[in-house]
């Protein structure tokens, strides 16, 4: 069989390295590039992310990258935003001022809440691991990236904003941090968004890269 | 509840792990990635390499070590040492690296927390401090590996440091690091008291119940662990067992 190929969208910052090399790790032949032919004619295309979410927007757009972005969803071409990446998928960001995203799931980009839910002083930026539960009516991952993992796997977050979708089905897990749910993975048709870093979170994020190759 | 992280310390000298007491009188204790792979195996929650005499020359090394551990170690991983400008860190997490630690070269310039958090983001800005007692709750902020005073005061720079955008603090106390005497819980307690950002206690675990005082009494977010590893007087594992039995939250782990 052939390897799987994937393509990561390199748009300046972050670590990259550590996502090529997670996918690598599951046997995934990597292709890190911000060449809009080369994302096009990818089978499957990731969008990682660190840093603000208006800056990684200019970069889009100066490497001519949110059109491209657009016409992969169309093509139902598997995509898969981590961290930040997830963020861009939303409409629009309420970070550093409001900031219009990709929108190709419908909701917000907002702050992490500061106060728990007991009204004492949440930490933020929220680091660290935190269990993943099911979000929807089902208590299966069936047909999602995390189809090979469990309720209760841990995995690895770093963020200040999380991304909030309209509609709560679109929420496919979350975690729970000072008592208020964040969404931890999202999800619309081929678009998969995780605010955790699969590559960052030992085998339980390697389980959903595995997935993401060979789905 | 918040999950408490378990971070292995690897302190590296050259090409080699290294340890010492109080940060000097360094002892080779071997290969720094055979290390870091037994301790991702055995559930880190996290790694940080610190290049201990990068400073000393201005220059960081571990570039090469972090990108051969990137290939088969999937936690994030912090590096420090001798980073002295927004390029050299640029170098270090194309590397691979997630985080920089910075310590000397922010106390020589300040501005370089907001220049690399701004760059990055504040989770990729740590600020490392080396602090050393000089009274009764009173802390004195050191440079080079804990080789030089610098007369600053630790509970004023780790506000200022975070006020710059630093979004996390590996807090070593030199006067315990290497000693196994246990954490300095009132350094601990005193930083977490100002700061609303994360606060990575590092210097002392002895043994494995130390954990507890310095997370429940010190409001530690994280524990580095080094030496009790590095000499394999216990394990990520067992010390994640006793955190869990005293109650703290620790992330759930199943070894593969």
Sequence with gaps: MRAPEVTVIDYGVGNLLSVERGFEHCGAKVIVTADPEKILAGSKVVLPGVGAFSNAMDALEKLKLVSVIHEIAKRQTPLLGICLGMQLLMDESEEFGLTVGLGLIPGRVISVPDRMLSGDVQKIPNIGWNSLQHSGVSERWTGTLLQDNSSGDAAYFVHSFMAVPTDSAHIIAHCVYGGHRVPAVIGKDRITGCQFHPEKSGDVGLKMLRRFCID | ?256
């Design chain 2, 1 to 256: 509840m918040r999950n408490i992280r378990l971070i292995a310390r690897l302190d590296i000298k050259g090409q080699n792990l290294i340890k010492g007491i109080h940060l000097e009188g360094l002892r080779v204790i071997g290969s720094p990635n055979e290390h870091a792979l037994r301790y991702y195996q055995q559930g880190a929650d996290e790694l940080i390499y610190m290049d201990c005499v990068a400073s000393l020359y201005g220059r960081n090394h571990l570039g090469d070590i972090v990108r051969s551990a990137a290939k088969d170690i999937f936690v994030p991983m912090t590096v420090g040492g001798g980073i002295r400008s927004v390029e050299d860190a640029t170098q270090i997490l194309r590397s691979g690296a997630d985080k920089v630690a910075i310590n000397t070269a922010a106390v020589k310039r300040p501005v370089l927390i907001s220049e690399i958090s701004y760059r990055f983001g504040s989770q990729c800005m740590v600020l490392s401090i080396e602090a050393k007692e000089v009274g009764s709750g009173c802390w004195e902020v050191y440079t080079d590996n804990g080789r030089e005073r610098t007369g600053i005061d630790v509970i004023e720079w780790v506000k200022r440091g975070v006020n710059l955008g630093a979004g996390e603090v590996l807090l070593t106390s030199v006067d315990r690091e290497g000693t196994r005497k246990g954490f300095d819980i009132s350094l601990v307690r005193a930083v977490s008291a100002e700061v609303s950002v994360p606060v990575i206690a590092s210097g002392g675990m002895g043994k494995p119940e130390d954990i507890i005082d310095v997370v429940n009494l010190g409001g530690a977010d994280a524990v580095a662990m080094a030496d009790i590893l590095h000499y394999n007087r216990s394990s990520i594992g067992e010390i994640r067992t006793v955190a869990e039995v005293a109650g703290l939250g620790v992330r759930h782990y199943e070894s593969a």
